[in-house]
C-alpha cells in the first residue's frame, strides 16, 4: 500500500525567507502523481504544485518549487519569498495513475509565517 | 476546474442523531470522495462513491454508519448515523479532474460538532 510521510508537524519562517517542507513516499508504483496541498483557516483545499513522476524536471509555480527525488522517493516543497498568506496547512499527497483516483494525504505540516 | 457546493458548513448535533452532508458538482464526475478530517489532521478517506452502484469504503469506515447516496453524475450526500462525540470532525468531499493536469477538488467542507 502507499504510503505518504511528512516528519514536520510544524515549521516557521520569517516573511520573505525560504523555507522547504520534507514530503517521503513509499509505493511500487512507477508511474504516479505528487501534489502539494495548502489548507488555509477556510479550511479550502487548494492546490499548491504537481509533479508528474515520469518527469524528471522538477515543477515549478512562481514562489513555489519541488525537489522531486523519485529513486529516493521523496518530494519537498520550497517556499521562496515568503508571505503573511502563505501561512496555512500544507499537506504531501499521492496518485497513482493505474487505478481509481484515491488520493492518499500525509499528515500535514503547519507553517508559520513570522513577521 | 471543478466547482464543488458542500453543505452544511458547520453543524452541531445531539449524541444518537443523524446528520446528512450534500455536495454538489459543476460538471458530471464518475467518482466522488468522502473525507474525515479530524482536528489538526490530516484527511482519512471513508468512501468513494460511484454513481448507480454501491460506495466502497475504506478499511474501519461502514455502509451503517457512513451510508452514502449518489444519486446522479453530481451530487453525493453522506449521511453521519447515531453520532457521537468521536465523530466530530471536519467532512469533505472531493472529485478529481484526470488528464494532463490532474487535480483534485474539494468541498469547503462540514465542521461538525457533537455533543
Known amino acids: 500500500a502507499q504510503t505518504v510521510t511528512q516528519s514536520q508537524p510544524e515549521m516557521s519562517v520569517q516573511e520573505a525567507e525560504t523555507v522547504t517542507l520534507s514530503c517521503t513516499y513509499d509505493t511500487s508504483e512507477s508511474d504516479y502523481y505528487l501534489f502539494w496541498y495548502k489548507q488555509p483557516p477556510s479550511r479550502q483545499m487548494i492546490l499548491v504544485i504537481r509533479q508528474e513522476a515520469y518527469k524528471q524536471q522538477n515543477a515549478t509555480e512562481n514562489r513555489f518549487s519541488v525537489n522531486f527525488q523519485k529513486a529516493a522517493k521523496s518530494f519537498s516543497l520550497k517556499i521562496s519569498d515568503s508571505q503573511l498568506g502563505d501561512a496555512a496547512m500544507y499537506f504531501c499527497?499521492?496518485?497513482?495513475?493505474?487505478?481509481?483516483?484515491?488520493?492518499?494525504f500525509g499528515k500535514g505540516t503547519r507553517l508559520h509565517i513570522l513577521p | 476546474s471543478a466547482v464543488i457546493s458542500q453543505k452544511p458548513s458547520r453543524d452541531i448535533c445531539q449524541r444518537g442523531t443523524s446528520l446528512t452532508i450534500q455536495c454538489q458538482v459543476d460538471s458530471q464526475v464518475t467518482m466522488m470522495f468522502w473525507y474525515r478530517q479530524q482536528p489538526g489532521q490530516s484527511l482519512t478517506l471513508i468512501a468513494t462513491a460511484n454513481q448507480g452502484s454501491e460506495a466502497t469504503y475504506e478499511s474501519g469506515f461502514v455502509i451503517d454508519k457512513f451510508p452514502i447516496s449518489r444519486p446522479n453524475l453530481t451530487f453525493s450526500t453522506l449521511t453521519v448515523s447515531n453520532m457521537s462525540p468521536e465523530d466530530s470532525s471536519i467532512y469533505l468531499c472531493?472529485?478529481?479532474?484526470?488528464?494532463?493536469?490532474?487535480?483534485?477538488?474539494f468541498g469547503q467542507g462540514t465542521r461538525l460538532t457533537v455533543v
Open positions: 499527497a499521492y496518485e497513482g495513475v493505474v487505478r481509481d483516483d484515491k488520493i492518499i
Open positions: 472531493s472529485v478529481v479532474r484526470q488528464g494532463r493536469n490532474t487535480e483534485a477538488f
